[in-house]
């Protein structure tokens, strides 16, 4: 626990201060978080003789965050285009040097590059939003509660083993508890944000779906690069932060939270 402790500290401080200093530092922050995620990813899959271009995924990272940040510039679409073919042309001539799987390679490049690039750079996004320093600190926030609350639940009295062939530690137990107690302990923290500042639209009742969807859908990411850790046999995507692993293992639940938030505020509320 004291590991654990310590590395959400590592790894949260730095989050909190860029999502605050919003802007360039929300922008560089995303930057360097996905990039060391994709990195990861890109050493993942290689252990099972997978090559994706890291080059390539961390183009693409990049493009996804000057794009949030600067959307006026209008360099998405046609960005991606250009990306589109590189990457192909890439596996073309991986190809004909012999690399049998390397149509492979390339879905493994486009999967990364999208799964934590295109999503991650939506934090950007949200930042932008109007209150959007309060519905970051509102919608990130609900993924540590629902991490802590499934973790603590599930050690005490979890016993029904939620998906034992993908991540062995987590129960039905955990996972219900994070579903009923998320939702109440993000409404509180809306009216923590009230006190400094947030409009009324920032409203409990907002701060309790959101703490529903998040404590029920977001473990779909954290499953998700689970399994991709089966796949390849690895227990964590890099050493980097203790008592967590690696980057990837502990954004891999805020990638599905952060699309959640970002368009149920968009499109419920704005």
């Known amino acids: 626990m004291r590991q654990r402790i310590l590395g959400g500290v590592l790894l949260g401080v730095p989050t909190l201060a860029a999502i605050i200093g919003g802007g360039v530092w929300t922008a560089l922050g995303t930057l360097i978080i996905g990039g060391i995620a994709l990195i990861e990813f890109d050493h993942l899959v290689a252990r099972r003789g997978h090559r994706a271009f890291g080059g390539l995924m961390l183009l693409w990272m990049l493009l996804f965050v000057v794009d949030r940040s600067l959307p006026q510039l209008g360099i998405g679409e046609p960005g991606t285009a250009i990306l589109m073919v590189v ?86 137990e955990g996972y219900i508890g994070a579903v009923v107690i998320t939702p109440p302990a993000v409404a509180g923290l809306t009216l923590v944000w009230h006190s400094l500042g947030a409009s009324v639209a920032v409203s409990p009742l907002h701060g309790f779906v959101i703490g529903l969807l998040v404590g029920a859908i977001s473990p779909v990411g954290d499953l998700g690069i689970s399994m991709l850790k089966r796949y390849v046999n690895a227990k964590d995507s890099s050493q980097l932060i203790p008592g967590h692993g690696g980057f990837l293992d502990r954004i891999d639940a805020a990638l599905v939270a952060i699309l959640l938030g970002y368009y149920y505020v968009t499109l419920i509320i704005y």
């Open 87 to 172: 990457c192909m042309a890439w596996a073309l001539a991986r190809f004909r040097q012999g690399t049998i799987n390397a149509f492979t390679g390339f879905a493994m490049t486009i999967a990364g590059s999208f799964y934590i690039g295109w999503t991650g750079a939506h934090l950007i996004s949200i930042r932008q939003l109007p209150d959007g320093l309060f519905w970051a600190l509102t919608i990130l926030p609900s993924v540590w509660i629902a991490d802590s609350m499934a973790y603590i639940v599930g050690r005490l009295i979890g016993r029904q083993r939620l998906v034992p062939d993908i991540s062995p530690g987590k129960t039905w």
